[in-house]
């Protein structure tokens, strides 16, 4: 997790950002799964296959998406630099991790 960008955040949106990684042996279509912080900022997956022992990088701001690299497309920061949480759901709802720092 990198939530405090150098400098003013509102500025430097690509140097915020977190990753995930697949640990398993399958891929994960994580097309649909919902990644959102404690105010309810929300970044919906695209269409996107994370495939065994990836990762993949969410960037804040715009950009054009990878195999490695995701892009919110937010005009403004996300990630407070005093303390947040991320929650990531699948497509049906279900979370899969939440993550405080």
């Given at each position: ?84 949480t991320l929650y990531l759901y699948d497509k049906n709802g279900r979370k899969v991790l939440e993550y405080s720092y």
């Amino acid at each position: 997790f990198h939530y405090n960008a150098a400098g003013d955040d509102n500025y430097n949106l690509n140097d915020e950002y977190f990753v995930l990684g697949n640990r398993g042996s399958d891929p994960i279509d994580m097309t649909g799964w919902k990644a959102k912080d404690s105010y309810g900022h929300t970044f919906t997956f695209p269409s996107f296959l994370l495939k065994p022992g990836a990762k993949v990088t969410i960037y804040t701001g715009p950009g054009t998406n990878t195999e490695s690299q995701l892009y919110w497309g937010s005009s403004g920061a996300i990630w407070n630099n005093n303390g947040d949480t991320l929650y990531l759901y699948d497509k049906n709802g279900r979370k899969v991790l939440e993550y405080s720092y």
